[in-house]
């Protein structure tokens, strides 16, 4: 059962603009938007995410959460992985919630985060993950 919730007539009118776009309601743009806060808070320490607010508007922030899973987000994320240290980090192109990591000696390993530390997957067999598929 859902739980009424004040929100600002401002994060409304973001969210009914957005929530358009997306063909969303306002509840669910917001709830779209607070399960995207709730990853990066998986991933991001504190520090990070108050620098990445500091260093953008909240409308650029909100703008780039939206389109992070379009075609534009998607070569914008691929862009900024391949320019950054290691370790990078890709999805899983055959398994639902895994990544792929690439250490700077070009190990790679499947696995995804618990809590904000890696963990290597386990296979079928009960066997660690630590190779990618091949060709990645």
């Given amino acids: 059962m859902g ?3 004040k929100l600002s ?6 969210a009914r603009i957005a929530g358009e776009a997306m063909q969303r309601s306002i509840a669910g743009q917001v709830e779209f938007w607070a399960s995207l806060g709730k990853q990066m808070e998986q991933i991001m320490t ?6 990445l607010i ?7 922030l909100l703008e780039r959460l939206d389109n992070v899973d379009s ?8 862009d900024y992985l391949e320019t950054h240290k290691f370790p990078r980090y890709w999805a899983h192109p055959e398994q639902a919630r895994l990544f792929i990591r ?3 000696d070009g190990t790679k390993s499947v696995g995804r985060f618990e809590g904000r530390e890696w963990v290597v997957a ?8 630590a190779v990618a598929p091949a060709g990645l």
Avoid: F, K, W, Y
């Fill in 102 to 104: 690439e250490e700077a």
């Fill in 54 to 60: 500091q260093r953008t508007s909240i409308a650029e």
């Fill in 9 to 14: 007539d401002a994060l409304v009118m973001e």
């Fill in 3 to 5: 739980q009424p919730v």
């Fill in 122 to 129: 386990e296979t079928a067999g009960g066997d660690a993950a």
């Fill in 71 to 78: 075609p534009e987000g998607r070569v914008r994320v691929q």
């Fill in 46 to 51: 504190g520090g990070q995410i108050a620098n």
